[in-house]
């Protein structure tokens, strides 16, 4: 079983920078693809970025330009640099990992960290 923790969320104004990390722990052979997704009250849940085990990376419009994702392969760690923060980037940023574990391979979720922009 894979198990994923994120960090860095909270409350900033717009224009000002988080950043978002998720460490992934359990019984991990292999990780392949990490990505980022979030979360609006009463809208559906989007990806914002994804990051291949080979570090390409691709980025949903709204964010590319101002969001970088990257990974530390070696502690299973996916980071989310977000500038030039905007009120609509207010959501819950869900982190996930397609990972190979004792069980196969499955798309696990963390629990989500909350990310508001005041105006």
């Known amino acids: 079983q894979v198990h994923l923790v994120e960090s860095g969320g909270g409350l900033v104004q717009a224009g000002g920078s988080l950043r978002l990390s998720c460490a992934a722990s359990?019984?991990?052979?292999?990780?392949?693809?990490m990505g980022w997704y979030r979360q609006a009250p009463g809208k559906q849940r989007d990806l914002v970025a994804i990051?291949?085990?080979?570090?390409?990376?691709h980025y949903a419009v709204s964010v590319k330009g101002r969001f970088t994702i990257s990974r530390d392969n070696a502690n299973n760690t996916v980071y989310l640099q977000m500038s030039n923060l905007k009120p609509e980037d207010t959501a819950v940023y869900y982190c996930?990992?397609?990972?190979?574990?004792?069980?196969?391979?499955?798309?696990?979720w963390g629990q989500g960290t909350q990310v508001t922009v005041s105006s």
């Open positions: 996930n990992a397609l990972a190979t574990s004792a069980t196969g391979t499955d798309s696990n």
């Open positions: 990051i291949t085990s080979d570090g390409s990376a």
């Open positions: 359990g019984s991990i052979f292999r990780i392949n693809h």
